[in-house]
């Protein structure tokens, strides 16, 4: 069964940095496409960027700048690095990967940003 295990969430003060993992278990083949997404309380799923295992890649203006998404092919996980956080970033940050055309999601980790 295939699953993204998502890890590197906590709480952090504004300025500082995080870097989320997303890590593929139960296959053995790569992920293409990796992309994040965050929930705020109260408020729907937001977009924040993607990757392609070839390179390019794009984020949501509110990101632009500040977050870095990048796949490690070796160990098949995926990353979002993020800077310069803000208190308007604290929020349930999940990603999502494309494995043989099909789409999994992670389970989600809690990101606080306080300031």
């Known amino acids: 069964q295939v699953q993204l295990v998502e890890s590197g969430g906590g709480l952090v003060q504004a300025g500082g940095s995080l870097r989320l993992s997303c890590a593929v278990s139960?296959?053995?083949?790569?992920?293409?496409?990796v992309a994040w997404y965050r929930q705020r309380q109260g408020q729907s799923r937001e977009w924040i960027g993607t990757?392609?295992?070839?390179?390019?890649?794009n984020y949501a203006d509110s990101v632009k700048d500040r977050f870095d998404i990048s796949i490690d092919n070796a160990k098949n996980t995926g990353y979002l690095q993020m800077n310069n956080l803000k208190d308007d970033d604290t929020a349930v940050y999940y990603c999502?990967?494309?494995?043989?055309?099909?789409?999994?999601w992670g389970q989600g980790t809690q990101v606080t940003v306080s300031s």
């Open positions: 999502k990967g494309v494995i043989r055309q099909r789409e999994y």
């Open positions: 139960g296959t053995t083949f790569s992920m293409n496409i």
């Open positions: 990757r392609l295992i070839a390179g390019a890649s």
